[in-house]
């Protein structure tokens, strides 16, 4: 069982939302999506982080935007802490950011293309935080316990583990359900990222396409799979983001997602006696 702020998240606990907009685009933006998540998170009871990146440093092209940077970036992250309550995450690509983010972020995020920088993750690790790696689109599932054990050699019991995808052929990711259980058998929750794994990566040229229609479908997927939770990216508007726009799922339609999601997830709970009786 991880430990994130006041919530738990494992086999026994309640299941876990990531969800906010792929960068930060502008404060405006941030803290639009952040009020309208935490509102929702209260009024159905859920455990909800709010996600957004400060510097998307491995954008397909040069001149991406990438985001107001490390210091701004954490800044709006403790504003939204602040304002709505939520714990809050982003992810890291150097040390130094991991040891800054470390001060504000009640997760370290970890992307998939780094997932096995061992300095980047011992600095994760030791900033006693919980810490969440993204399977790298390029391991399998169980290569993800050399991971698991360098987080482990800093005493940190808070990690998580991500499934986003796996890279099939060029230009497209596949899920491998399999992955869900077999993450879990390392001794760590898994959440399942549900965006990023519809990417088709480098299929607009400068930029990485994806089907957001798809979505819908891993999600409920993973969650029938036994995920412990669900990340998300979400936008106002999609079409006009400044990254993933394809991926991401307008903010008006997570709600809906949500509700299907925590349907199969209180299906698959072990029947009561009562019910039984």
């Known amino acids: 069982m991880v430990k994130i702020a006041n919530y738990t998240c494992g086999k026994d606990s309640p299941f876990l939302w990531i969800a906010g907009p792929c960068v930060m685009e502008s404060r405006e933006l941030i803290l639009r999506v952040a009020d309208e998540l935490a509102a929702f998170a209260q009024r159905q009871k ?3 982080v709010f996600k957004s990146s400060f510097d998307k440093a491995n ?24 304002r709505t309550g939520l714990p809050v995450t982003t992810d890291v690509h150097e040390t130094h950011q991991a040891e800054a983010a470390g001060q504000v972020v009640d997760i370290i995020q970890i992307p998939a293309f780094l997932a096995r920088q061992t300095d980047l993750l011992l600095t994760a690790g030791k900033s006693g935080k919980a810490v969440n790696v993204k399977k790298g689109q390029f391991m399998a599932p169980w290569d993800m316990k050399n991971v698991v054990a360098k987080i482990r050699e800093t005493g940190n019991p808070n990690l998580m583990l991500t499934e986003r995808g796996s890279t099939f052929g060029y230009g497209n990711l596949v899920n491998d359900m399999r992955a869900i259980p077999w ?7 898994v959440i399942f990222d549900a965006t990023h794994s519809v990417q088709t ?3 607009q040229g400068d930029r990485t396409g994806g089907d957001r229609r798809m979505v819908p479908y891993l999600a409920k997927a993973a969650v029938a799979a036994g995920c412990d939770g669900i990340f998300v990216e979400t936008h106002p508007n999609p079409d006009q983001a400044l990254s993933d726009g394809p991926n991401m799922i307008p903010l008006d339609e997570f709600p809906r997602l949500v509700e299907v999601c925590q349907r199969i997830r209180s299906a698959l709970r072990e029947p009561t006696e009562e019910s039984h009786s």
């Not at 210091?71 to 403790?78: A, D, F, M, P, R």
Request: proline share 8%; charged share 25%.
């Open 46 to 48: 859920i455990q909800l």
């Open 59 to 82: 954008r397909t092209s040069g001149k991406s935007f990438r985001g107001p940077g490390l210091q701004e970036g954490l800044k709006l992250l403790e504003e939204v802490r602040q």
């Open 183 to 189: 993450m879990q058998d390392l001794g760590c929750p």
């Open 201 to 203: 990566p480098g299929s």
